[in-house]
């Protein structure tokens, strides 16, 4: 089963709204990072937020952590076409390397 | 130069032949894992290592075998390829301290007939 899952696993905006996407988790946490994934390539990491940490602010991103709620939400402000693209969560448990969620998928309409 | 690169990025082989995968990285990083990705769904982890003596298994290891020659050589290996084998491969690296952020290869489609 997966550690982190993401939802919605779709989302549809237009140009210059905010696309926020969630993501939940089973175990307890080291630190959770967030991937972007444009079509059939590698990963690109945006961001990490520790277990202690509550809110971190990265550009447009704006991600936040819930850990009694094991719970984190990925927020892209005043997005772009450009942002289109699958977005991935990924919990480091401690247990020697990360799993990754199955992801939401974003299309920002020009 | 990427600083993780996977060889080759497109493979069509046929079901019972043996594939290597290669991946090599200049980023200096001890720890280096296989991933899969099938249409729509996420990563799962085939195999990984934290330096050359250190392989360790990952959730979806059957039927993969690994090597890893040099600090910055991991290659990944199927012996008798089948169809179910078909996906998007990716190599990634991490260094040996945390938080562990991890650098993608660009992938290698692979896809067995």
């Known amino acids: 089963s997966q550690q982190g899952e993401e939802d919605p696993q779709a989302l549809s905006i237009q140009e210059g709204e905010n696309a926020t996407m969630n993501c939940s988790y089973k175990?307890?946490?080291?630190?959770l990072q967030w991937y972007r994934q444009n079509s059939g390539r590698g990963l690109v990491h945006l961001i990490l937020?520790?277990?202690?940490?509550r809110e971190k602010h990265s550009g447009r991103l704006r991600v936040t952590l819930d850990t009694s709620k094991k719970s984190s939400s990925l927020l892209i402000t005043a997005s772009r076409a450009a942002d289109t693209a699958s977005y991935f969560c990924?919990?480091?448990?401690?247990?020697?390397?990360?799993?990754f969620g199955s992801g939401t998928r974003l299309q920002v309409q020009p | 130069d990427a600083d993780v690169t996977q060889t080759p990025r497109n493979r069509i082989t046929k079901t019972g032949k043996r594939i290597m995968l290669e991946c090599s990285q200049t980023?200096?990083?001890?720890?280096m894992y296989w991933y899969r990705q099938d249409p729509g769904l996420g990563l799962r982890l085939i195999y990984y290592?934290?330096?050359?003596?250190?392989?360790n298994k990952g959730e979806i290891s059957d039927g993969y075998s690994v090597s890893r020659q040099a600090q910055a050589k991991f290659s990944l290996s199927l012996e008798s390829a089948i169809p179910n084998q078909t996906a998007l491969y990716f190599c990634?690296?991490?260094?040996?301290?945390?938080?562990?952020?991890?650098?993608f290869g660009p992938g290698t489609r692979l896809t067995v007939t």
């Open positions: 990634a690296t991490s260094d040996n301290t945390g938080p562990y952020e991890q650098y």
């Open positions: 175990t307890s946490i080291n630190n």
């Open positions: 937020i520790r277990s202690n940490e």
């Open positions: 990924a919990t480091d448990t401690g247990r020697r390397a990360l799993t």
């Open positions: 980023k200096g990083h001890d720890r």
């Open positions: 290592s934290f330096d050359v003596k250190d392989i």
